[in-house]
């Protein structure tokens, strides 16, 4: 058998068990999909926790595009117009424990929405454009897009990492938000570090189940003092 032809073949059964992000989907890029009709995130740490790194070489120790957003071929109607909402509060890594508490003084984590908004979270919540564009599915029904993340402030060059939290949405009446998400953001840790970060971040279903924990106490208690 000839060089060439083996070569072929190779190649051949190299791509047919290639991952999904081979066929334009980046590994670490949060995947969008529909499922019942609920926009739906997978493809990170878990299906709701993503990694980004503020080191990275293109965007220098400060800037980062990654993670990105990226759906399969068919996932959307042509035009179809997913957005990110922002939630919630910036938190920091302090080595030990989240929390909106650790954020050093006069830092907040900056995205770039693709028509020129501008959302920033800080220790206090969120301000500035509470949401804005991903992308636009084109004519294959697929969305590929990247925003520009930053960390802004007097103290930017603490390190640590930081955790901001979104959700998906579609101006399509079809299509319900996505349920949270977190992105954790690397901002001068080692990598064993950083992965015990991701590590401790709680599913947003845990926050879902602590919140209704803690009203359950407070009606028992009110119940015990209204006997």
């Known amino acids: 058998m000839h060089k060439p032809l083996l070569g072929a073949m190779a190649l051949s059964a190299m791509l047919s068990f290639a991952p999904a992000w081979a066929d334009g989907l980046h590994e670490g890029d949060i995947l969008i999909s529909v499922v019942n009709g609920k926009l ?5 740490h878990t299906d709701t926790i993503f990694e980004g790194d503020f080191g990275d070489v293109a965007g220098g120790p400060y800037k980062t595009d990654d993670p990105g957003y990226d759906s399969d071929a068919g996932t959307f109607a042509s035009g179809t117009v ?4 922002a939630l919630g509060t910036l938190k920091f890594w302090n080595g030990s424990s989240w929390s909106a508490a650790w954020v050093p003084a006069d830092v907040q984590v900056r995205i770039d929405g693709n028509l020129g908004e501008e959302t920033f979270w800080g220790a206090s919540g969120v301000s500035g454009d ?3 564009l991903i992308g636009e599915a084109g004519a294959g029904g697929s969305i590929h897009e990247h ?3 930053s960390v802004v402030g007097t103290n930017k060059a603490t390190v640590g990492a930081y955790m ?5 949405s579609s101006t399509s009446t079809a299509l319900q938000a996505s349920d949270p998400y977190h992105i954790v953001l690397n901002r001068g840790l080692d990598e064993e570090a950083f992965e015990a970060a991701v590590m401790a971040v709680p599913e947003p279903s845990t926050y879902a189940m602590l919140l209704l924990g803690l009203a359950a106490v407070g009606y028992s208690a009110k119940r015990r003092r209204s006997r």
């Open 147 to 149: 925003l520009d993340m």
């Open 82 to 85: 997913i957005n990110y909402m």
């Open 164 to 168: 901001i939290s979104l959700k998906l």
């Open 130 to 132: 509470l949401s804005g």
């Open 40 to 44: 739906k995130t997978s493809g990170g």
